[in-house]
């Protein structure tokens, strides 16, 4: 049985503020925190272990996708680390044959009120709607799983996250590792107890695996993206299957999901390569 684990920063335990996970290395907290981030990884793959589960691949899904630390990582577990992937948080999805999926450390959207509240790309994204729904990487990525016919098993994070996933995925296990108080203020669980909440949780995941089924998106499907300058939306009159709502949403249909959040990944890549002009 195999594992596929996303791991994002901002829903790790202890997490309350952006300097904590600046993966450019200003933050003065990062390396602390790329150590509980890994924590909890490991969290998750010892009770998915003691569960059956014999291989779980770990995609790295903050920042520039390097964040855990592969000296400290579990032995049953592989690492998928670097940011240049086509289906982003999910890189690595696509590559073997999984029976459930783990989220790991996930935030609520933007505008939420979920710590380090965001929605893939925070510096350019006000929002991103499937068939018209507001969603965040949650079930973004669920959709994307869904594809592959895979469940989400389970979600780790604060209490905006676990709420997310419980309205929209059905019935994961959720672990709560925090209170979300404002964007910058959490109430914390501290690691000793968070690890053993993980571990069971994950442990359940495992066991319930036959009973939880696939998010699967309706398709065609229909996603928009609320920019927050106007370059952004503008330049994505480049790809001709963008169509632009007004002066900074941009509309992507698609056949298929897989094929619609290429399109929207795209999108956010050019959005946000060019906020300051693109020579800037």
């Known amino acids: 049985m195999r594992i596929f684990i996303s791991v994002d920063m901002e829903g790790i335990t202890g997490v309350a503020s952006r300097l904590a996970c600046k993966s450019d290395g ?17 969290a998750a793959i010892e009770g998915a272990v003691s569960a059956g589960v014999d291989e779980v691949i770990v995609g790295d899904g903050h920042g520039w996708m390097n964040n855990v630390l592969i000296e400290n990582l579990h032995e049953k577990a592989r690492l998928i680390s670097g940011s240049n992937k086509l289906l982003c948080q999910m890189g690595g999805i696509e590559d073997y044959k999984f029976d459930g999926v783990f989220f790991i450390g996930y935030h609520g959207h933007e505008g939420s009120q979920g710590i380090v509240n ?12 499937v068939n018209g729904k507001v969603v965040g990487e949650t079930t973004i990525n669920a959709g994307i ?9 389970l979600v780790t994070g604060d209490d905006i996250v676990t709420a997310e996933a419980k309205e929209n995925l059905g019935n994961p296990e959720l672990v709560i590792v925090k209170r979300a108080k404002d964007r910058f203020v959490a109430d914390c669980l501290p690691p000793k107890v968070t690890e053993v909440m993980i571990r069971d949780g994950a442990k359940r995941a495992v066991e319930r695996l036959a009973s939880l089924k ?21 330049m994505c009159a480049l790809f001709p299957t963008v169509e632009i709502i007004n002066s900074k949403t941009v509309r992507i249909t698609a056949q298929d999901y897989i094929t619609g959040f290429k399109q929207l990944w795209g999108c956010l890549i050019l959005g946000n390569s060019v906020q300051g002009g693109i020579f800037s």
């Open 118 to 129: 965001h929605t893939i790309m925070g510096a350019s994204v006000t929002q991103i709607t």
């Open 214 to 234: 696939p998010y699967q998106v309706k398709c065609p499907v229909t996603l928009e993206v609320t920019f927050k300058t106007t370059p952004e939306a503008a």
């Open 145 to 153: 799983a869904g594809h592959y016919g895979l469940p989400v098993a």
């Open 26 to 42: 200003v933050g003065p907290e990062y390396g602390r925190f790329r150590k509980l981030m890994t924590n909890d990884v490991n």
